[in-house]
């Protein structure tokens, strides 16, 4: 299966801005990056998505080179609450031609006070 | 509430058993999909169905198996299990076919299973 890259780890501060990138070579062409936010024992919950260029929401916003070989999840004044697991998620075209998904190994934002 | 349900909540049994986990998609929502989460692992895809048909495999051991029936609700069979099949296993809807990753995926709270 193709291979989703994040960092396992990040420290913020109440107030900052964080930015975490999603490395994923092997992207189909039409393939979309789509974010989730998991925190412990919960199931995972939609935060954004996008093809190309920039996305912007009410909570995040999407920023994706024009090769989308990555992505860059950007979180505008993290609170206490973003304390999470942060995981990307691209469609995988390697699995025998039958699509499969996969979660990159998600990054783990602890904020602080 | 994302409107996926999942049951049960919680599972004990032991090795060699054969459990059913049973999800219920988002009204309207044709595809379901189902994941894997060992103890602080990341979310490993395991196999999706859309309107009854699968859809899309990833690393599903021989011995699981799942299914989606006409009313769209889908359950995951785990069989033989060893000690290793502890986790968390979601359940997730949507409601286009897939495969591009555009849609949205809407998760339940999740089955987690103890093997002892």
């Known amino acids: 299966l193709a291979k989703t890259t994040q960092p396992i780890s990040m420290d913020s501060y109440e107030g900052q801005e964080v930015n975490i990138t999603c490395s994923h070579n092997n992207i189909a062409t039409n393939d979309y990056i789509t974010w989730y936010q998991q925190f412990p024992s919960q199931g995972p919950r939609f935060i954004i998505q996008g093809y190309k260029t920039k996305v912007t929401n009410e909570v995040a916003s999407l920023f994706i080179p024009a090769d989308r070989k990555s992505s860059t999840l950007s979180l505008p004044r993290v609170s206490l609450s973003d304390t999470a697991v942060y995981y990307c998620?691209?469609?995988?075209?390697?699995?025998?031609?039958?699509?499969?998904?996969?979660f990159g190994s998600g990054t783990r934002l602890q904020v602080q006070p | 509430d994302s409107g996926v349900t999942q049951t049960p909540k919680h599972l004990i049994t032991a090795t060699g058993q054969r459990v059913t986990l049973r999800c219920s998609p988002r009204s309207g929502d044709l595809s379901v999909y189902w994941y894997q989460q060992s103890l602080d692992q990341g979310l490993q895809f395991l196999i999706q169905y859309y309107n009854g048909e699968e859809r899309a495999k990833g690393n599903i051991l021989e011995r699981f198996s799942a299914q989606q029936f006409p009313d769209l609700h889908s359950e995951l069979n785990l069989s033989s299990l060893e000690l290793g099949d502890s986790a968390l296993y979601f359940c997730?809807?949507?409601?286009?076919?897939?495969?591009?990753?555009?849609?949205?995926?809407?998760f339940g709270p999740g089955t987690r299973l103890l093997v002892l």
């Open positions: 997730a809807s949507s409601v286009a076919r897939g495969g591009t990753g555009e849609e949205t995926q809407y």
């Open positions: 998620l691209v469609g995988d075209p390697n699995n025998m031609g039958r699509r499969a998904l996969t």
